[in-house]
């Protein structure tokens, strides 16, 4: 028996979540409902010209983890906050949760701060993110522990990670720990944008290591270079084992081998779309390794996803177990 | 006429808010409904014990200037913070909203944070505050700018800044500024706690210099250490030009000279009664500024507080002359 279920690899980011209107993002040249990566100086400029805001812990495989910790289920997190206060609210938000978070702090010395995203959410409940990496683009292979990766049923890889200069080399690092000791490998493609960055990285991976996908349907379609969405998820299943894509209120659709499935959405009022994406992966995730069949991990993904979007904020704050029960698969 | 309609001082604070079981404040001693002060050891204590929390920029009195300032009040706060990210983000939030925010931060060098408050969340909306003051506690007669005191119509005291060692001196220089140049002056009493322990003070400033009070049943009452609510309400009646009473679920009571008011309370499903008194107070300020009746301040007062306890924080979500306008009132 492993000591987690687990563990995700990714961004650590904390939000910061502000109401805008939808001329704000065409005045300040943001594309709505991606993420673009932003410096510190534009960062700052940006947040200078947006209403007052909240802090809340965020980051794509965080935001997964933590819906699994709340589930119950055995996890931990990877990825490099600095010892500032932002770094001690995400450490704090994600330990509470009940994860396991070990990764060493970057200490006071180094002169970039805690990695943000500064969550522009239109009045339609759609996010636009403008991410500042700081400390957490520099994760490295030091930082990932082999015998953490060799403990876990799973590793959950955030697509977003791919943007720093040893990421792929401490992707490496993990995956080979973690298969190793029999482990298997998750991935989430995170943004359509991300991937035409990493098509290539992306690609490889997936070929020669990946047992779970998680995209959306943009993903999907950028990472085949395709318009036509079945014929990409046909080529997705022939190279993985398992594929779970989002199609937003379409639901989702489960694919393994010759078998498929389709998961309908669960409606709710959208007040904030941040974290749909990671809380489905974080409900399907925690159904896989609890003995539940695909069509009903699909079917927790979407209760977790529609939990989260239903309120300010990309983490669960409504008992997941709760809702899983209400929803009678439990 | 004066550049300011009102300007506030009072302790800048981060809030830090989550949501708690009854039972946890009886194991970690902590009285529910009030504010206590505790030093960064304990604050850092209980913070490991509480869930995942959200940060939202607080502060008494920067509430109300807030709230002031959404309604397109003229208004500036006189705080400190430290150059820090919480500092950063309390300074940020503020000046996002409208309201003039000139108060130097302290340095980086100094060993002291930003105050910060643990705000638990009770199923029934209620807050139990924790305060670590850090560096606002060392506000001092030098952060006060006489020229910004003498340019406002109203200046307005937070009780609770009266816990800091500078903070009476800080005080005096504000009304004698403001005073000589035909201001007038507020003042909530924040908490009963905060007025036992300056009770003496307070009866002195109030007697002498004070035109309009802000407090509830509880504060009345420790005032003039009486269990009889009416005659405390008569007894401040007689001292005070204008005493505004709340009363939570029982409404507000408006007392000046020999006249008297009642505004109903406006219900609401309570999430998070932090902010309530301060929103009570920033409504009735803006009302009484922009030349509405008592009885009209005193309505407005109840719909910005309404507003506030309706979600977690405790500055407006909702644009609260919409809301003014929804009641008939504007």
Redesign the interface.
């Known amino acids: 028996m492993k000591k987690y279920q687990v563990v995700g690899i990714g961004n650590a980011l904390v939000d910061v979540l502000t109401e805008v209107e939808d001329a704000f993002l065409v005045e300040n040249n943001i594309e709505k409902g991606i993420m673009q990566l932003v410096d510190m100086e534009q960062a700052v400029a940006l947040?200078?010209k947006?209403?007052?805001?909240?802090?809340?812990?965020g980051g794509s495989a965080a935001n997964t983890i933590?819906g699994i910790a709340q589930l119950g289920g055995k996890t931990a997190y990877v990825g490099k906050v600095k010892n500032?206060?932002?770094g001690e609210?995400f450490a704090?938000?994600?330990r509470?949760?009940g994860a396991v978070y070990e990764t060493p702090m970057a200490s006071k010395d180094v002169d970039v701060?805690?990695g943000r995203c500064l969550v522009l959410i239109t009045p339609d409940g759609e996010r636009s993110m403008n991410t500042y990496l700081g400390v957490t683009e520099h994760l490295s292979p030091a930082d990932i522990d082999e015998a953490m990766m060799a403990d876990t049923e799973w590793i959950y890889l955030e697509g977003y990670r791919f943007d720093g200069p040893e990421s792929h080399e401490a992707f490496d690092k993990a995956i080979k720990a973690c298969k190793n000791a029999d482990g298997k490998v998750s991935i989430t493609l995170s943004d359509p944008f991300c991937i035409s960055r990493h098509r290539e990285a992306f690609r490889d991976m997936i070929r020669d290591h990946v047992d779970l996908l998680f995209c959306n349907r943009a993903e999907m379609l950028s990472m085949y270079e395709t318009e036509d969405f079945e014929a990409a998820l046909a080529q997705a299943a022939k190279e993985i084992g398992i594929v779970a894509c989002t199609d937003s209120a379409n639901g989702a659709h489960i694919l393994s081998g010759d078998q498929r499935w389709h998961a309908a959405a669960v409606p709710t009022d959208i007040k904030d779309a941040t974290g749909a994406g990671d809380l489905f992966a974080g409900g399907f995730l925690w159904g896989l390794t609890h003995g539940y069949d695909l069509e009903t991990c699909g079917r927790m993904g979407n209760i977790a996803a529609s939990e989260v979007i239903s309120h300010v904020?990309a983490?669960p704050e409504t008992d997941l177990k709760e809702l899983f029960k209400q929803h009678n698969i439990l």
């Open positions: 947040y200078s947006v209403g007052p805001s909240k802090e809340i812990s933590a500032d206060q932002l609210i704090h938000d994600l509470a949760q701060e805690t904020g983490r």
